[in-house]
C-alpha cells in the first residue's frame, strides 16, 4: 500500500514533448512521416555512440515516444544508424544491410567517426567515412553525439 500512495502522490514526473522539428528532413524521409523503424549498424566504431544511441532509446530519453522504433532485422526497417569509421570488413556486410532494406530508407552517420573517420583516420583498416561507401541522408556530430542530439535527428525523420 505504501508504493501505491507513494505514486498517487508523487504524480506525473514526465517532461512534455519539445516542439516537433521544422524543415531540413532528409527528401525520403518525408515518405516516413510519423513513425520509423531503426536499424544500427556498428561499421567499426568503439562503442561510443552505441551507448548513446542506448541511451537515446532508453527510459530518460525515450526515442520511441517520437515514433522510432529499434527493430532487428534490416528487412524491417526504415532507418539505418550507422556508427564509426567503415573497416574493409565490414564494407560488404554494410552494403548487404543497406541492400536488403526496403525502399524508401535514411541512412543516418551517428559520430564525428562515420562522417569522417575520427581518430581513425588513414587506418590500414578503413575503407573510409560512411559516405565514401554509401549514400548518407542526415548527419548527427559529436563523439560520441549526446543522446538529445541522436533523438533530435530521429525526429527529423519521423517529423514528431
Do not use: W
Not at 524521409?29 to 561499421?43: H, K, N, P, T, W
Not at 555512440?49 to 527493430?71: S, T
Not at 524491417?76 to 536488403?100: K, Q, Y
Amino acid at each position: 500500500m505504501s508504493l501505491l500512495r507513494k505514486i498517487r502522490d508523487t504524480g506525473r514526473v514526465a517532461r512534455p514533448a519539445p516542439p516537433a522539428p521544422q524543415g531540413d528532413a532528409p527528401p525520403l524521409a518525408r515518405e516516413l512521416r510519423g513513425s520509423a523503424q531503426v536499424r544500427c549498424v556498428d561499421a567499426g566504431s568503439c562503442n561510443g555512440c552505441e551507448i548513446e544511441i542506448g541511451n537515446a532509446f532508453g527510459p530518460v530519453y525515450d526515442a520511441e515516444r517520437y515514433g522510432a522504433r529499434l527493430v532487428a532485422s534490416p528487412r524491417h526497417a526504415d532507418v539505418a544508424l550507422v556508427t564509426g569509421p567503415v573497416t574493409r570488413n565490414m564494407d560488404g556486410p554494410l552494403r548487404r544491410t543497406l541492400a536488403a532494406m526496403p525502399e524508401p530508407r535514411v541512412v543516418v552517420a551517428v559520430g564525428d567517426c562515420a562522417l569522417d573517420c575520427g581518430e581513425f583516420a588513414g587506418g590500414y583498416g578503413v575503407a573510409g567515412a560512411v559516405g565514401d561507401v554509401v549514400p548518407v541522408d542526415l548527419k548527427v556530430r559529436g563523439c560520441p553525439p549526446s543522446p538529445d542530439a541522436i533523438v533530435a535527428a530521429l525526429r527529423t525523420v519521423t517529423g514528431r
